[in-house]
């Protein structure tokens, strides 16, 4: 079977058009807006539990938990780079 000019030239630009896409993911998972928005859902959502069950100045009291989140996704990076330099093995 043989392949043409065409075909190949389609199926790099699949595979560009993928390589945009991976891109663009990657930036959004170490972007602000995405540890912001972390933040604030988690802030929201820690809130309003603790509002639902009678916690005293629920909203004060959520700010420790989404704080510490929203840390512990700064972190992950460094993590993530002393696992693939001493634990990930090809």
Avoid: Q
């Amino acid at each position: 079977m043989k392949t043409t000019i065409e075909e190949l030239s389609k199926e790099i630009e699949l595979i560009k058009n993928r390589n945009k896409k991976v891109e663009a993911d990657k930036n959004w998972e170490t972007s602000w807006t995405r540890k912001i928005l972390l933040f604030v859902f988690t802030y929201l959502a820690i809130g309003l539990y603790i509002n639902a069950i009678g916690v005293e100045k629920p909203w004060l009291n959520a700010v420790i938990p989404s704080i510490g989140f929203l840390l512990s996704t700064l972190t992950l990076p460094f993590f993530k780079n002393l696992w693939k330099k001493y634990f990930f093995k090809r």
